[in-house]
């Protein structure tokens, strides 16, 4: 007779537990009969004694089977990227044209921001229209018409996850990198994916805030997608600092569509944008080398197949057809914006980037609880960087409010955020190692 309770027992103990009692005991968290005690003390005793590879990978694939799985027919690769989140994060909306141009196939599926990181999906529903949610069919047909669609995970897919994941939070269990990993992959690996592109942040403005920890996570990530089968390489970024010039909803998406049309306004996220994607495109089979992919993304870029696709992406999904031509007339715009100059003139030695991505949620543009609505609207623009001079005539950054007390509220929170010096400090990498 199968138990859960000897299941839990045996990880309990430090024992590896069968490929057969990891799949039924996933049987049971998505047909509901585990209850919460029991899926609780399964989370946590693999929080508290680990799990090898070998258990990652059924714990993984199990959550992956739980639920529908999309499978492909495409002249192309299949490729996504995912990323652990961070402040001004905006990767995703310029990196899946990028690959969609230099004729990858991207289904992205993505989330909501929650905390001081914001989420892929809130910034595209600042686009009016734009369905986050298609039918498998659209999907499919987006997909292969234009190349990449950028969209929510469906109550079908990785249901598994979505249990064991509102069990972890309000059971202390969130930071085991064995449940992190199988949570991130699960929706992944159940897209039908070629390859996958992850980038770890680390920094005080990550969910792994040392070096160490976001090493170990992104080797974990890479051992077990590629022991199921999909083909994944890991970066590991820093965020300690802002990776754009703006950090909000609407201003991210408006910042992403002036690169996609040639301006750089932060060569930071230029810089991890294209080297996720040249991985993504060697890795695909795209490209032979990383010159030769960097040469094939600088092409689509510069000739502008990247905004078509990105353009033609958001048209096929309800958006607005020349969103691209004109976003300003289509993105929300605050009523109320304002400098915030530092109280000296210096140099940025560091920024509290946690303190920054916090200031968007205090403007209302970053939600505290699963549940709560956002202002698209609000945020930061034209953040200065570390390293960078700030003075009476160039402000720390810009906040874009619903009303003046909510942006001096805001200002503050930002000043705090800024050390200043008078010398210009070493700049810390940007990449620190590829697994």
Partial sequence: ???????????????????????????????????EGQIAAFAMAVF???????????????????????????????????????????????????????????????????????????????????????????????VAEVGCAIIGQTADLAPADKRLYAIRDVTGTVESIDLITGSILA??????????????????????????????LAQSIVAVANGAGVKTRALVTDMNQPLARSAGNSLEVAE????????????????????????????????????????????????????????????????????????ERYLQQAPVVMPVFSERPGRVVSIDTRSVGLAVVVLGGGRQHPADQIDLSVGLSELAFVGEAVDEQKPLCWVHAANKDKAQEAAVSIKRAYRLGMESPVPGRLIHEYI
């Fill in 256 to 327: 992403a569509i002036a690169l996609l049309k040639g301006e750089i306004r932060s060569q930071r996220l230029w810089e991890v944008t294209m080297a996720l994607a040249a991985q993504a495109l060697v890795l695909a089979g795209q490209a032979n080398t990383i010159v030769q992919a960097h040469e094939q993304l600088l092409g689509v870029w510069r000739d502008g197949s990247a905004l078509e696709c990105f353009a033609r992406m958001v048209a096929a999904l309800g958006g607005p057809v020349n969103l691209t031509k004109a976003p």
């Fill in 1 to 35: 007779m199968w138990l859960a309770q000897e299941v839990i027992r045996r990880k309990r103990d430090g024992l590896v537990l069968e490929r057969s009692d990891i799949k039924r005991f996933v049987a049971g968290i998505t047909d509901g009969t585990l209850s």
């Fill in 187 to 216: 929706k992944k690996l159940a897209a039908g994916l070629d390859v996958l592109v992850m980038d770890v942040k680390m920094g005080n403005g990550a969910f792994m805030a040392e070096t160490s920890q976001a090493q170990a």
């Fill in 48 to 142: 508290l004694k680990g799990m090898t590879v070998d258990e990652r990978i059924f714990l993984t694939t199990a959550m992956r089977d739980s639920g529908q799985t999309l499978s492909w027919i495409l002249p192309g690769p299949v490729v996504d990227k995912h990323s652990t989140g961070g402040v001004g994060d905006v990767v995703s909306l310029v990196l899946a044209p990028l690959l969609a141009a230099c004729g990858c196939y991207v289904p992205m599926i993505s989330g909501r921001g929650l905390g001081h990181t914001g989420g892929t999906l809130d910034k595209l529903d600042s686009i009016p229209g734009y369905n986050c949610q298609p039918s498998p069919e659209q999907l499919r047909r987006v």
